[in-house]
Structure formats: structure tokens, C-alpha cells
């Protein structure tokens, strides 16, 4: 069975902190994507990482895909009460051949942003 | 407006008496996927499928069917719900299987408590 540890599970900061959540495995992603979820609904795509080494932005949330594409991180800057949730990541894994019929998923972060 | 529905939202039943999660999804996706979320486990894929007619089994499908007889819906059925089945339940869809290059759209989640 593939892993992926997400950590810290629980992040309580005040409002204008700076934050990184990181997702970790032993094996090898072909992708991986980062979701924000919030009380009573569905998750929420917020990126999608594929190239090892690759950044991208979204406003205040930067995404970084390790060079050995087994590891992620996302890095909020100046934190709001909006970014209250819960943030998880989830990987296909490259020996699967890199589809979403094989989704892992991370056991999240629950972010509290205090104002 | 694109989205994925499931009914019923909230379900009180009792153990042994057969149900259904209904799914539909209006944006022709090929995909479609159930997960269950449990506190401190996360999101685990229970069955996805690629096509119609075409259906596989995730991480955990003890006590779970399904089928796609139509591209828009995807039912989830408990023969015989347990305990243990006491979960949220979202579904999902997305335009194909490809992780690194289509977005999954997840419902609102059907919350699932079996006595």
C-alpha cells in the first residue's frame, strides 16, 4: 500500500503568519495535487504539480514539487481567516502509470487562521 | 452550472437494510470515483470508473457495488450496510483519467450513519 504523510495534521497561527504544509512518500509521483476543503462540502482543486522542481503561485499559496518528484509543499504567506481549512494533497504514483483511478490521497492539514 | 450532485445529502439507516448514493455529474466526464472521509484516515477511493460499463475497485470496496450504465451517473450501493460504513461519502468526476492534466470536481458529500 503507497503512503503519503502530510504533516503538520493540526496548524493553529494568527492572522499575518506564514505557514508550510508538506506531503512526503517513498515512492515516486507521476503528479500530484493539492486541495482546500472546507466544513460540509466536497474538496476543491487548488493545483496541480507534474515536473520535478516545479513552483507555482496562486496569490498568496506557493506550490513546489521536489526534484525527485517523491515530495510537495505549500506555503502560505501572510495568512488570512480565509485560509481556514482543511488542505490535502494526493498523489498518483508512477508505477501505476500515473492515472486518477489510482488517487492517494494525504490524511490533510487542518489550517486555523486566528484574526 | 457544472457541478456533481449526490442524494440523499444525510442518511440515518440501521444496519442490514440496502441502500443507495445517488451521483450524477451534467459535464459529460469520462471519470467518475467514491470516496469515504473518516476522521484521521482521510479520503480513501472505495470504486472509480473510467467509462461506461468499465468499473474498478479502489483501496477499500469490501461492502460497496456500483455501476455506470449511463456516462452522467454513478450510484453507490450498501447491500448491507454496517457500522463500520458510517462515513461521508463524496463522489467525483473529472473529464478523463489523467491526474496531471484534468481537474476532479467532488460533490457536496452524503453523510452516512448506520446504527
Known amino acids: 500500500t503507497q503512503l503519503l504523510e502530510q504533516s503538520p495534521q493540526f496548524l493553529s497561527i494568527q492572522e499575518g503568519e506564514n505557514l508550510t504544509v508538506y506531503c512526503n512518500s517513498s515512492s515516486v509521483f507521476s503528479s500530484l495535487q493539492w486541495y482546500r476543503q472546507e466544513p460540509g462540502e466536497g474538496p476543491v482543486l487548488l493545483v496541480t504539480v507534474v515536473t520535478g522542481g516545479e513552483v507555482k503561485k496562486l496569490k498568496r499559496l506557493t506550490f513546489q514539487f521536489g526534484d525527485a518528484r517523491k515530495d510537495s509543499s505549500l506555503h502560505i504567506t501572510a495568512a488570512q481567516p480565509g485560509d481556514t481549512g482543511l488542505y490535502l494533497c494526493a498523489g498518483a504514483y508512477e508505477d501505476y502509470g500515473g492515472s486518477q483511478g489510482n488517487l492517494i490521497f494525504g490524511k490533510g492539514t487542518k489550517l486555523s487562521v486566528k484574526p | 452550472e457544472a457541478q456533481v450532485t449526490q442524494n440523499p445529502r444525510y442518511l440515518i439507516t440501521v444496519t442490514g437494510k440496502k441502500l443507495t448514493v445517488t451521483c450524477s455529474q451534467n459535464m459529460n466526464h469520462e471519470y467518475m470515483s467514491w470516496y469515504r472521509q473518516d476522521p484521521g484516515l482521510g479520503l480513501r477511493q472505495i470504486y472509480y470508473?473510467?467509462?461506461?460499463?468499465?468499473?474498478d475497485k479502489g483501496d477499500v470496496p469490501e461492502g460497496y457495488k456500483v455501476s455506470r450504465k449511463e456516462k452522467r451517473n454513478f450510484p453507490l450501493i450498501l447491500e448491507s450496510p454496517s457500522p463500520n460504513q458510517t462515513s461521508l461519502y463524496f463522489c467525483?468526476?473529472?473529464?478523463?483519467?489523467?491526474?496531471?492534466?484534468?481537474?476532479?470536481?467532488f460533490g457536496p458529500g452524503t453523510r452516512l450513519t448506520v446504527l
Open positions: 470508473s473510467m467509462n461506461v460499463e468499465v468499473t
Open positions: 467525483a468526476s473529472s473529464l478523463s483519467n489523467y491526474l496531471g492534466g484534468d481537474t476532479q470536481y
